[in-house]
């Protein structure tokens, strides 16, 4: 399988930072970058995705920056909330094609008061 | 709530046994996803139907087998169990079978070997 691979493996935050997760994939014919969220105890959710045509993708507090050249993409959760504290994935796929996601392997995230 | 149902949530067996997963995608889709969770690989995919054919293979081990019925639920049974098979297992599921449709998870089936 090809592969996405994602750091920090886990990351700690004051409430109000900005952390920053990122993701490098191998397989230049990906055109689809989500990001999924997961909370103990629950399934992994979509949180926001990005297409390559595009370099930033912002949804309320989350954005996507994404480095088309160097096959790399990364999440900003902007004024981080204790409510954020969760494990976060990136994902990677060919739209075109018959191919599942293909996740990294998560960034547990902890967003302290 | 994603709509997709998983049964058992927890299931605690012996090596050598077999287990049956369940899933139930949410209503009207027609493709369901497996996926493994282990602390140290993260999310594999396993394997995905799509409205009763087998669509796409991952990772999934020889001692592991699914299928998905007329109903569209899906069963993934995992036999000759090793300690090793220890994880959260997930079912996802999709209106239909594109990669960029938003897949959607259920809360998993915790297996634990012993």
């Known amino acids: 399988q090809q592969q996405v691979k994602q750091s920090p493996q886990s990351l700690i935050v004051q409430k109000g930072g900005i952390p920053i997760i990122n993701c490098a994939y191998e397989?230049?014919?990906?055109?689809?970058f989500p990001w999924y969220q997961q909370f103990p105890g629950k399934g992994p959710a979509l949180l926001i995705a990005?297409?390559?045509?595009?370099s930033e993708k912002k949804e309320g507090r989350f954005t996507i920056s994404f480095n088309k050249s160097a096959k790399q993409f990364s999440l900003h959760i902007m004024d981080s909330q204790p409510g954020d504290s969760a494990t976060y994935f990136c994902?990677?796929?060919?739209?075109?094609?018959?191919?599942?996601?293909?996740f990294g392997k998560g960034t547990r995230l902890s967003v302290i008061a | 709530d994603s709509g997709v149902t998983q049964t058992p949530k927890h299931l605690i067996t012996a090596t050598g046994q077999r287990v049956t997963l369940r899933c139930s995608p949410r209503?009207?889709?027609?493709?369901v996803y497996w996926y493994q969770q282990s602390l140290d690989q993260g999310l594999q995919f396993l394997i995905q139907?799509?409205?009763?054919?087998?669509?796409a293979k991952g990772n999934i081990l020889e001692r592991f087998s699914a299928q998905q019925f007329p109903d569209l639920h899906s069963e993934l049974n995992l036999s000759s169990l090793e300690l090793g098979d220890s994880a959260l297992y997930f079912c996802?599921?999709?209106?239909?079978?594109?990669?960029?449709?938003?897949?959607?998870f259920g809360e998993g089936s915790w297996l634990t070997v012993v």
């Open positions: 990005i297409r390559p045509d595009v």
């Open positions: 209503s009207g889709d027609l493709s």
């Open positions: 996802a599921s999709s209106v239909d079978q594109d990669s960029g449709n938003t897949i959607y």
């Open positions: 139907y799509y409205n009763g054919e087998e669509r």
């Open positions: 397989n230049t014919a990906f055109d689809y």
């Open positions: 994902a990677a796929t060919l739209l075109s094609g018959n191919t599942p996601l293909v």
